[in-house]
């Protein structure tokens, strides 16, 4: 039986602390909220589901974002139609960067901002990101373009850090010989 996760909206105090690093290894409860987060994560990309569940379409969730102020990052990224890569990092650290910056054409969502945002986010075209499986296990991603992003966006969430605030208010948006837009 699918039930919807309770994501906080960006009013909520929790979206703006910084969080703490998780405890490996993680508890079965955690384990069971990772497993409904990427079911809603997966089913809000498949559009049926996502019309039959009510769900707006997000890759990414962190724990922030349902009130739990600990360091656990959750992205599903479908690679082929309907072929999802789901990646779960406990305690993520970007441990390098490309100098290369783009960002979203269309700009960034967030499943916590429920209005529509104007501008564009620079981000790092490639990131490495180290931290641990759901079993304590050390892994090293290496993410680049769309889900560079995404691990930049949820990791921001960690941090107390919202999509909106990297949004230069000077110059919100860039044209294509300023910046990769993707």
């Known amino acids: ?52 569940y009510d769900l707006r379409p997000g890759m990414g969730l962190a724990f922030p974002q349902l009130g739990i102020n600990e360091r656990i990052i959750v992205i599903v990224h479908e690679v082929d139609d309907g072929v999802f890569d789901n990646y779960v990092v406990v305690n993520p650290k970007i441990v390098s960067t490309s ?32 931290g641990y499986d759901i079993d304590g296990n050390k892994i090293r991603i290496r993410a680049r373009e769309e889900l560079s992003l995404a691990f930049q966006h949820e990791i921001d969430h960690l941090d107390g ?22």
Request: glycine letters at 2%; hydrophobic letters at 35%.
């Open 99 to 130: 100098e290369e910056m783009i960002a979203a054409e269309a700009g960034e969502g967030c499943l916590s901002v429920n209005r529509e945002v104007e501008g564009h986010v620079k981000r790092h075209a490639r990131v490495t990101v180290e």
């Open 1 to 52: 039986m699918f039930e919807k996760l309770n994501i906080l909206d960006e009013k909520d105090k929790h979206l703006r602390m910084v969080s703490k690093e998780a405890t490996l290894p993680l508890s079965s409860e955690y384990k069971e909220l990772i497993q409904r987060m990427i079911d809603e994560l997966t089913y809000s990309q498949i559009e049926e589901l996502a019309e039959k």
């Open 161 to 182: 850090i919202l999509f909106y605030d990297r949004i230069d208010p000077k110059k919100p948006f860039y044209n294509e010989n300023e910046l990769r837009l993707i």
